[in-house]
């Protein structure tokens, strides 16, 4: 399934021996300038081999290494599956490329762990949500951004409500299965009465549209399981209303895209969709930079990049908000950087990591959005605890 869970992440940021390679790369989608698409990788995989074979690795080992990057630029299967976003990640023994909804830039990254930043903000509401077009004939799943929609393959999702019924009562569903396909896409038919304003249906009828519903909700919730992205439902308005009751997925929202979504683009519905999810988006985020503020002052959020650091470790963090941007390495004694040296990680990339695998929030800031022009902002779950040698009185928020 092409869906990156909290689990792969976790699972990617175990530290493993030996060298370990990201690289994240802008992708065209369209038009002439694909061809930069392969272009751009052929460049960072040489600048990672250049770095590897300077830093005293063995050009055998190194040549082995990569091997799988490089099969990746003439095959052509590959290239037309792609998103805007494409990450390669490679260590001894370990190759995985995960495409993402989001504008990736161009970034190399080699370290003795994998550097999981870019990936890390598709777990933020602001960045990813999840789009469910919705009809008796047909379900469709997305992953989508403010930009783009791409289709996943859901394991155990229905096909439409005539095949996801056919084992519980075969010949009513044959019966189901001979009416007018009016009778399963929100028009009157001869099976039930329906109306796109969900006016009447029967009773029998419902029951059945809510077990389809529930056997979707089964599949989503799998699917996404511990994601915190909105889900938008497209249908029309009675079987969305069905759908809401059948739901147990925590992020389902209760506006939607009103309409039968069959035959229209995916593209199509996920613009719509991001009319309904961008402005509670933006209320939320709102809400949490003016809750930091009020609790930075009582010593129960902070926006100083070590303290920050440190509470994700411990899992004190209940919200992280974050603007992206450009590594802060780490240095001696926890000080901060421009320029990477050897054994430096990402700080910025630790606290995300850590938030996410202690199930903390992420989300999203514009540039300059964040107090101060700080680069992460962390509301705690509760504040570090004080030294018995330490006067409170003393300490300061930040």
Known sequence: MDVLSLEDLESL????????????????????????????????????????TDG???????????????????????????????????????????????????????????????LIEAFSEDTTFYLLALSMNDVRFYRCSRFSAKELKVKDMPQNLATSLWADDPERQSQFHNQPAGAASGKQGTFGVFHGSGDIIEDETKDRVLRYCQQINHAVTQALARSRAPLVVASVDYVRAIYREANSFRNLLHEGVNGNPENVPGEELAQRAWDVVAPQLADQRRDLIERFETLAAHGQATSRLSEVVTAAEEGRIHVLLQCPGPPVWSVENLGTGDEQHSGDIDLVDEALVKTLVNDGEIRTCEAGELPDGAVVAAILRYPKPVASSEDPGRRKAG
């Open 13 to 52: 940021a175990q530290e493993h021996e030996g060298t370990h390679v990201s690289i994240y790369l802008p992708v065209e989608v369209a038009g002439r300038e694909t061809r930069q698409n392969t272009i751009r990788l052929k460049n960072l995989l040489r600048q990672a081999e250049s770095i590897l």
């Open 56 to 118: 005293g690795m063995r050009s055998t080992e190194v040549s082995g290494l990569f091997e799988p990057a490089w099969q990746l630029e003439d095959d052509s299967d590959f290239w037309q599956d792609r998103e805007q976003g494409l990450a390669l990640l490679l260590s001894p023994g370990f190759f995985r490329t995960i495409w993402m909804p989001l504008q990736f830039d161009e970034r190399l990254v080699v370290s003795n762990r994998f550097h999981l930043r870019p």
